[in-house]
């Protein structure tokens, strides 16, 4: 009886392939999870330092991140757009962003009529904030363009960013 049991102890086999598709799956998820967060902190902006510069309290929904380097490109979702000569690009992309958040903000509404999503949807505005994150060197016009080229999409509600002044 004893040596039955060994046998079919060494016959046990671990498989290895499921373990190995779960971790490749886990793998996949955190790439396209870290691929989306680059648009929020890009190291190629190097922000402007304020006395008054404080964390942001919490956003209710998800904000739009456009970063603008020292030449007036804006960095969004891997692409390099000129704020000039781009424009229409631009305009295209932030149209894209405000339809998808049209879609987050009816389907809010459709669960609470009363909610804010519902109200700035009556009204023609989006709930979203721009998180604005511009070079310290960037002059400016291409910041005003960005800026008045959401307010006519529906944007209404900007966070500028900046560097607390180190002590």
Known sequence: MVARSERQAASVRLE????????????????????FSRDAIDERIRLPIADQARPVETL???PLFLNIDRDGFLLAMGERWHVQRDFAKIEAYLKREAAYTRLEMAATARHDPTSEAARALKEGRLSAVVVLRADRSTPYGPIWRLINLCQRIGYYRFALRAKEREQ
Do not use: K
Request: charged letters at 15%; a negative charge.
């Open 60 to 62: 209710t929904e998800e």
């Open 16 to 35: 290895m392939m499921p373990m190995i598709d779960v971790t490749f799956q886990l793998i996949a998820f955190f790439l396209f999870v870290l691929n």
